[in-house]
């Protein structure tokens, strides 16, 4: 039986996949104490493609990024379930940190980073207000539009 976060996230039309395996040498999550780091996670859907790839302000629009960054916080909770088993584990979403592929002159990374940053809320409620930083970067692996991590606490 799903616990109550899943069951909010189900009633949101997702249901978490398997996580994709790191692409090097980390782990996709490192438990320590009461915290919950997991690696970024680009926005890769369940299928393995990319929700939005390039550069934000240059051929990927607000909208695609707030979609991409959505499915990164997806993908975090699909690490997130892998490392606890249950997300009613978490006690709280104590950061989010985004990166955005963009163009020199790109200015809207926060509104993109936005798709984490709702989820989380939608999922978590008041737990899921949390402190945030947005990146806009030179590249992204594979040329994703946008790559999210996050920490955690847990019981």
Known sequence: MAGTVE???????????DPRAPAANYVG??????????????????????????KLGAGV????GVAAAR?????????VKLALGDLDKVARVVR?????????????????????????VAAFGEK???????VGVASLPSDAAVEVDAMFEVS
């Open 96 to 120: 989010l940190g985004g990166f955005v592929n963009s163009a020199p002159d790109f200015f809207e990374g926060p509104k993109v980073l936005n798709g984490a940053s709702d989820l989380m």
């Open 7 to 17: 069951q909010k996230l189900s009633a949101l039309g997702i249901e978490l996949h």
């Open 61 to 64: 629009s607000v909208e695609q």
């Open 29 to 54: 999550f490192v438990r320590t104490g009461n915290l919950l780091i997991v690696s970024g996670q680009v926005c890769y859907s369940p299928d393995g493609k990319l929700i939005a790839k390039g």
């Open 128 to 134: 899921g207000r949390h402190a945030r930083t947005t």
């Open 71 to 79: 499915g990164c916080a997806v993908n975090i909770l699909a690490q």
